[in-house]
């Protein structure tokens, strides 16, 4: 099989801030892998957790590494190609990538859309929350409004149910609460709130701020602690919260589960992190067996890579599949919003097509 890799720039709609800084515009890669004239699509998305970066450069330079090892190989042997992604230790975006063309290219052979041939009950998605990210009071009533004043029926439905607000903002938690009440004030009722810190808390301000939020129905908090603190840390979080906890930066694949079993009540499933569909797979059937609730989220990806995560959706509890809402430029089309709830279509293989050139 042959792989070719091209990057492409996407542009946000509004620059999203969260704890660890802000961002405007992402350069992902697109990869496209070719067997039997047959071609398979996935994406690599730059993230940065802490220590762990994985830059556009660091992607191409893998991917261009290893695509030459992967010629010998059909898309139906992917326990082998497993098998060199941890030889070479292969970035996890880059993972995904392959891994996505690889499902892309298996569901195209047959004929079928992914959800279909894995025999998952499209009808069982939740509906996506759409984000809202550190800024001022006055900045978040703002973001309210523009998410929710245009286009509130999207093709004959409710176009967004749920929101996620970001938090942790390094002004401290007084900060964040003045943000949120505008949010609550903005919002439109009876909509399903979150709240994600992205580990810009420490224990005592996570604790005051589960209690806190609990009084205005936020649903649970996502990553309160920074990934660095020890376990007995979210342990001690975990007793004392009255909101269920999430891991998200403190999980990346199914091997973090157990440690992280007895001490959150979730985990974010995101593609990037994972290494593609079937360590995400992986991460749902851990979870589930630990009795963990799942959530799928995203970086800065194109529907590219959320309707490879759109395929898996019906085994989620909570979904965070919104950045290719915010893009201006999204090359792609794939899986539709229909009543708040981010569908995969009945093409074959992940069913995303380009819409436009690819810069």
């Not at 450069?57 to 010629?71: G, R």
């Not at 990553?223 to 007995?232: G, H, Y």
Request: aromatic share 8%.
């Amino acid at each position: 099989m042959h792989i070719d890799i091209q990057t492409f720039t996407v542009h946000k709609r509004f620059a999203l801030t969260i704890s660890r800084g802000t961002t405007a515009q992402t350069t992902n890669l697109w990869l496209r892998l070719e067997h039997e004239g047959i071609e398979g699509w996935g994406e690599a998305s730059p993230f940065s957790i802490g220590s762990y970066p994985q830059t556009t450069e660091n992607l191409v330079a893998a991917l261009q590494k290893i695509a030459p090892l992967l010629e010998k190989f059909t898309p139906l042997e992917r326990q082998q190609i497993e098998e060199i992604f941890r030889e070479v230790e292969l970035p996890s975006a880059a993972c995904a990538a392959i891994d996505m063309a690889l499902h892309d290219w298996l569901g195209k052979k047959v004929g079928l859309p992914l959800w279909k041939l894995w025999g998952i009950d499209r009808s069982r998605i939740v509906p996506t929350s759409v984000t809202i990210g550190i800024n001022s009071p006055e900045g978040a009533r703002q973001r309210v409004r523009d998410w929710f004043e245009q286009d509130v029926i999207y093709q004959n439905s409710i176009k967004y149910r749920a929101l996620k607000v970001k938090l942790g903002s390094p002004d401290g938690i007084e900060a964040d609460r003045a943000m949120l009440m505008a949010v609550l004030d903005e919002a439109p009722k009876n909509i399903q709130i979150s709240i994600d810190a992205n580990g810009g808390w420490n224990l005592t301000d996570a604790i005051k701020m589960c209690f806190w939020l609990e009084k205005y129905g936020i649903k649970y908090v996502e990553q309160p602690l920074s990934p660095l603190e020890n376990i007995k840390v979210f342990s001690e979080l975990y007793r004392q919260s009255p909101l269920p906890i999430f891991a998200d930066e403190s999980c990346f694949n199914s091997r973090d589960i157990p440690r992280l079993a007895s001490c959150v009540h979730g985990i974010n499933i995101k593609m990037m992190k994972s290494g593609g569909v079937t360590e995400a797979m992986r991460m749902i059937h851990a979870a589930k067996a630990y009795g963990l609730q799942v959530m799928f989220g995203c970086y800065s990806d194109s529907i590219l890579a959320n309707t490879a995560a759109a395929q898996l959706s019906p085994l989620a509890d909570y979904l965070d599949l919104d950045s290719h809402f915010n893009l201006i430029d999204d090359p792609f089309a794939g899986a539709v919003l229909e009543n708040g709830c981010l569908l995969p279509n009945d093409l074959p293989g992940l069913g995303v097509f380009r819409i436009d050139n690819v810069q």
